[in-house]
Nanobody
Framework: QVQLEESGGGLVQPGGSLRLSCAAS????????MGWFRQAPGKEREFVAG????????AYADSVKGRFTISRDNAKNTVYLQMNSLKPEDTAVYFC?????????????????????WGQGTQVTVSS
């Protein structure tokens, strides 16, 4: 059974940092591209960052470039999202996702419909 479980969300002041973690089943982690998406109230789910198995190829939404860093520890089947310089507009539920066919493509895919496994989500609130 494929499982993705996020952790690390919470309340942080503007300018602060959080690190999200996503523990994944080995079956999907070892064969898939991993991604983070977020969804704010009243908005569509949007791509935040993604990473291929090697860790050398990543992709970021323009809104988080230079502030967020995605990484993965293949020995622990875990992907991370380090979020720095957080802004109120980063407030959302953050979801970990796996693209089981992602390795068939050259780049990280950025559309939510292309990811077939999802975690439950973790709330991130940036507020003073």
């Amino acid at each position: 059974q494929v499982q993705l479980e996020e952790s690390g969300g919470g309340l942080v002041q503007p300018g602060g940092s959080l690190r999200l973690s996503c523990a994944a089943s080995a079956s999907i982690f070892n064969n898939g591209v991993m991604g983070w998406f977020r969804q704010a109230p009243g908005k569509e789910r949007e791509f935040v960052a993604g990473i291929r198995w090697s860790g050398r190829i990543t992709a970021y939404a323009d809104s988080v470039k230079g502030r967020f860093t995605i990484s993965r520890d293949n020995a622990k089947n875990t992907v991370y999202l380090q979020m720095n310089s957080l802004k109120p507009e980063d407030t959302a539920v953050y979801f970990c996702a796996a693209d089981s066919e992602g390795m068939l493509h050259t780049n990280v895919r950025v559309t939510s419909g292309e990811y077939d496994y999802w975690g439950q989500g973790t709330q991130v609130t940036v507020s003073s």
